[in-house]
């Protein structure tokens, strides 16, 4: 999970855009793309996902606080999520970003 602070709102309120820096960052991650779909709302802010075969990147934007909450969520241990955090913190200009990383299907009743 990646949180990124003090981007600019132009950055964050074009969904032509958001789509191009979420699908560059899969693809320089290793990632395969499947499909994306990016929606802008009213007055402002985009959410959007790019479905992976690895599983997904989420985005939701706030451009009027300057911030935006982004989920990397992959099953491959190929996938360099650092990568995608720093590529997606730099290409949106933000001032901070914090990250964390939430291990999931380690629990007891779903191993094998």
Known sequence: MLEVYGCPS???DDPDEIRR???DAANKA???VIDSMFHRFAPQGV????V??????????WPEL?????????????????QIGEHL??????RRFDAKVVERGRTPHLAP
Request: hydrophobic share 50%.
């Open 10 to 12: 132009e950055y964050l």
């Open 30 to 32: 290793g990632a395969t």
């Open 21 to 23: 820096l979420l699908l």
């Open 89 to 94: 913190a730099r290409e949106l200009r933000a």
């Open 66 to 82: 300057g911030c935006a909450a982004i989920d990397v969520f992959s099953c491959s241990p190929l996938i360099d999520l650092d």
């Open 52 to 61: 992976i075969a690895e599983s997904h990147l989420t985005i939701h934007t």
């Open 47 to 50: 959410s959007g996902v790019v």
